[in-house]
């Protein structure tokens, strides 16, 4: 059972992040997290680190950079206020991966991003040295 809870969970948030692209539908948004976080409660199932930023922890509203919550860096630490409750949820920055970085096999595919990996290929191919 907590298998398919897991599952069940990853699912809606995937949902959830389609509906949050622009022409999605914010309320179902709100509602695939609002039912992700019910099933992560009724069968004790963590929602993973790279979901937990992705919402509000106080209204459960998926959060949408400039259309559901606003993001300031103020001494040190990342603010991030949601627009639609008014929640402040303070993260210290830190050196490394952004806390709400999505790790390797659970994004959400898209061709509009190029991979960190093969940017970097083609700039330390363009940085050969040439031979004298
Ligand atoms: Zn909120």
Do not use: K, N
Request: charged content about 30%; hydrophobic content about 35%.
């Amino acid at each position: 059972m907590v298998r398919i809870a897991r599952e069940r969970v990853g699912a809606l948030f995937v949902l959830a992040e389609a509906e949050g692209r622009p022409g999605g539908d914010l309320a179902q948004g709100h509602r695939y997290v609002r039912l992700a976080r019910r099933i992560g409660t009724r069968y004790t199932v963590r929602i993973a680190p790279a979901y937990r930023e992705r919402y509000c922890r106080s209204c459960s509203s998926l959060w949408v950079e400039g259309r559901t919550v606003r993001t300031r860096l103020r001494r040190g630490c990342r603010v991030r206020s949601c627009l639609v409750c008014g929640r402040i949820r303070r993260t210290p920055l830190q050196t490394g991966p952004a806390p709400g970085s999505i790790p390797r096999g659970l994004e959400v595919p898209s061709t509009a991003v190029v991979p960190a990996e093969e940017a970097t290929e083609e700039l330390a191919e363009s940085e050969e040295p040439e031979e004298e």
